[in-house]
Every structure is written in structure tokens, then in C-alpha cells.
Nanobody
Framework: QVQLVESGGGLVQPGGSLRLSCAASGGTLSFYHMGWYRQAAGKQRELVAS???????NYVDSVKGRFTISSDNAKNTVYLEMNSLKPEDTAVYYC????????????WGAGTQVTVSS
């Protein structure tokens, strides 16, 4: 059983930056495709960024050029660097891990709140 713990959320002004971290325990992230999702109030959860075990990254159009996902396998941690934040980025951000071979092995963190407001 993999446990994921997100951190790094908070309140930031428009144009500011935050770095989210997702620390994993109970499993090795090198076997998992990782993703950051977000869910704004009254909206469906959406995939923001993902990174495969082969380090291939993908981003939703609304964050391209502003967000960067990365993985540090030595620390068993995945990051989401968020720059030029906008009010519409306000949401709860969730970390997701899906096993590269056994897709039913999928885990979620509890989420961290990001609020972009002046």
C-alpha cells in the first residue's frame, strides 16, 4: 500500500509561485506513473500534469509554460513547480500514483489547498 502526502500549498498572490511536493512511502515511485490533479469548488477533478516512469511529461493546456512536474526517485518524491499563478489555479491539488503494469494499483493523497488571490 502506497501512501502519498502532499505539501506546499497555501495562499499566494496572482503572479506568484508555489512548489508542491508529494512524498511517497510504502512503495517505490520508479514503478509508478505520477500525476497532479486539481479540483476547484463546484468543478470536476482534472489532470494538471503527469510524468511517466520514463520521465515523459504532459500538461493540460491551461498550465503549459507555467507548471513543471518532476520526480526525484532518490527521495521518492514528486514535485509540481507552479509559476505565474492565476486566480483560476485556485483548487485542491491531489497527487496520484498508478502502477506502470498493474493499473488497478492506484493511490491518491489527501490533497493540499492552493489559493491564488490578492
Amino acid at each position: 500500500q502506497v501512501q502519498l502526502v502532499e505539501s506546499g500549498g497555501g495562499l499566494v498572490q496572482p503572479g506568484g509561485s508555489l512548489r508542491l511536493s508529494c512524498a511517497a512511502s510504502g512503495g517505490t515511485l520508479s514503478f509508478y506513473h505520477m500525476g497532479w490533479y486539481r479540483q476547484a469548488a463546484g468543478k470536476q477533478r482534472e489532470l494538471v500534469a503527469s510524468i511517466t516512469t520514463g520521465s515523459i511529461t504532459n500538461y493540460v493546456d491551461s498550465v503549459k509554460g507555467r507548471f513543471t512536474i518532476s520526480s526525484d526517485n532518490a527521495k521518492n518524491t514528486v514535485y509540481l513547480e507552479m509559476n505565474s499563478l492565476k486566480p483560476e489555479d485556485t483548487a485542491v491539488y491531489y497527487c496520484n500514483a498508478r502502477h506502470r503494469f498493474i493499473t488497478t494499483r492506484e493511490y491518491w493523497g489527501a490533497g493540499t489547498q492552493v489559493t491564488v488571490s490578492s
